[in-house]
T-cell receptor
Framework: GDSVTQMEGPVTLSEEAFLTINCTYTATGYPSLFWYVQYPGEGLQLLLKATKADDKGSNKGFEATYRKETTSFHLEKGSVQVSDSAVYFCALSDGQGAQKLVFGQGTRLTINP | GAVVSQHPSWVICKSGTSVKIECRSLDFQATTMFWYRQFPKQSLMLMATSNEGSKATYEQGVEKDKFLINHASLTLSTLTVTSAHPEDSSFYIC?????????????FGPGTRLTVL
């Protein structure tokens, strides 16, 4: 079945550092890819998405490019802030039927001032 | 933005009792709601998909008689954990998809932590 693998956390960085969180996927079809973020005490929020190969999703300074050849959707940000501290989930949806989401295990990110 | 609430946010119960968790879409109508379970340091695992007015569709390995789902209105879905046991202790999260929005966008509740003693 479909699956998503994220880099192990936790990840700790200093403010203004460059961030990469790796995500790779396995899918039989042509999935849509997502990054969700969960701030402490809150529900998951959609951060960005890409629906086809070579699409780039972006939001709040974060970017991720749908790479079909490497089955990857790595999350990047050029300069992180303390407020970016959260848990980040990579996910895919195969677009079939109910459009169920398959999640990676999540990566906890802590940004120190 | 679309808001989804869950109640309660945490619950502790004795083994053998039943617990009901509510999931509400506060400012939109949700034709489809999803229930997930998350173990510590693990991913969200989809348990079931519910559509308003019809029976829920359960994922393989999820006992439908143990995890009763009711989606009686466009703003409310409930998950009842029947005869709960310590192994049912987990973090339960619901999400909802709007009837008129993007097909691939789900809005998530903050989760309910269940502890069974």
């Amino acid at each position: 079945g479909d699956s998503v693998t994220q880099m192990e956390g936790p990840v700790t960085l200093s403010e203004e550092a460059f961030l990469t969180i790796n995500c790779t996927y396995t899918a039989t079809g042509y999935p849509s890819l997502f990054w969700y973020v969960q701030y402490p005490g809150e529900g998951l929020q959609l951060l960005l998405k890409a629906t086809k190969a070579d699409d780039k999703g972006s939001n709040k300074g974060f970017e991720a490019t749908y790479r079909k050849e490497t089955t990857s959707f790595h999350l990047e940000k050029g300069s992180v802030q303390v407020s970016d501290s959260a848990v980040y989930f990579c996910a895919l949806s195969d677009g079939q039927g109910a459009q169920k989401l398959v999640f990676g295990q999540g990566t906890r990110l802590t940004i120190n001032p | 933005g679309a808001v989804v609430s869950q109640h309660p946010s945490w619950v502790i119960c004795k083994s053998g009792t039943s617990v009901k968790i509510e999931c509400r879409s506060l400012d939109f109508q949700a034709t489809t709601m999803f229930w997930y379970r998350q173990f510590p340091k693990q991913s969200l695992m989809l348990m079931a998909t519910s559509n308003e007015g019809s029976k829920a569709t359960y994922e393989q390995g999820v006992e439908k008689d143990k995890f009763l789902i009711n989606h009686a209105s466009l703003t409310l879905s409930t998950l009842t954990v029947t005869s709960a046991h310590p192994e049912d202790s987990s973090f339960y999260i619901c999400s909802a998809r709007t009837s008129g929005g993007s097909w691939d966008t789900q809005y998530f509740g903050p989760g309910t932590r269940l502890t069974v003693l």
